[in-house]
């Protein structure tokens, strides 16, 4: 039996496994104790930008209504006020970037792509959700927003954009950037190389998983590092207590 089986684990993804790569004691507490962590205020900045984002694209003849949902949207996930002030400038730098791509393409099920790829030696499958899909323009284009403007696409970002540009073929994989004031675009370059990548860390996690079926036995090989952004939530640290002892 699998790692994966031996934990009842029917799938993959890319952040899971990019989690699994950059803080593993976080993985396992969260994934397999269950022992899930709020996420700050930054993430639902980026939920309520796209949400922004993808209305604008979807209803060119109605830009004006764009912040006021992604404000809408953000005010639903979070309290936040001094995140919430950077929404309106992250929004426009995005569309600065998006708005010459048109409408994207929209699922019969949903905005979102859902896209399912084979890893090499990996027993389950990868799975993701894409951003946006441009079929008119064979392009794919995941949004992130981000207090500071990355100069190249962060390795995480890659091995996710990897997962969608195999699902869709020839399709070019491009990440947009958006701080409050700034804003790129950066294509994907040598995406089986990424891929391969992700399927390393995958099948390192099954081997870890196959050491044993009890989470807590697996905890308590790892230590977490509290010095991880990964922490910053109060609930995280108290969880990290309760599982580690530390």
């Known amino acids: ?33 269950k022992m899930r962590s709020p996420v700050g205020p930054a993430a639902h900045v980026g939920t309520a930008v ?21 404000l809408t949207k953000y005010d639903a996930l979070c309290q936040d006020a001094d995140a919430k002030l950077k929404i309106g400038g992250m929004l426009e730098q995005a569309l600065k970037q998006l708005a010459a791509y048109g409408k994207p393409d ?16 990996v027993a389950v499958p990868a ?34 954009g990897a997962v969608y540009a195999a699902a869709f073929g020839n399709y070019g994989m491009r990440f947009c950037y958006a701080t409050p004031k700034k804003s790129a675009v950066y294509e994907l370059e040598n995406a089986r190389d990424h891929l391969a990548a992700l399927a390393n860390i995958a099948r390192r996690l099954e081997r870890f998983l196959a050491l044993s079926r009890d989470p807590h036995e697996l905890a308590g090989l790892l230590c977490p590092n ?3 952004f990964y922490w910053n939530e109060p609930q995280a640290r108290a969880n990290g207590l309760r599982v580690f002892g530390f």
């Open 1 to 33: 039996m699998s790692g994966f089986a031996q934990h009842g684990i029917e799938h993959v993804s890319a952040s899971s496994l990019n989690l699994w790569a950059s803080e593993p004691a976080m993985w396992v507490m969260e994934r397999l104790l």
């Open 50 to 70: 796209e949400a922004g984002v993808e209305y604008a694209l979807l209803n060119p003849d109605k830009l004006h209504d764009a912040l006021p949902v992604a």
């Open 106 to 121: 929209v699922p019969e099920d949903g905005r979102q792509h859902r896209v399912e790829v084979t890893l090499e030696g």
């Open 127 to 160: 799975i993701g959700f894409t951003d946006f899909v441009f079929h008119g323009h064979g392009v794919i284009v995941d949004l992130k927003t981000s207090s500071t403007l990355p100069s190249a696409i962060k390795a995480s970002h890659a091995r996710q």
């Open 226 to 228: 509290y010095d991880s």
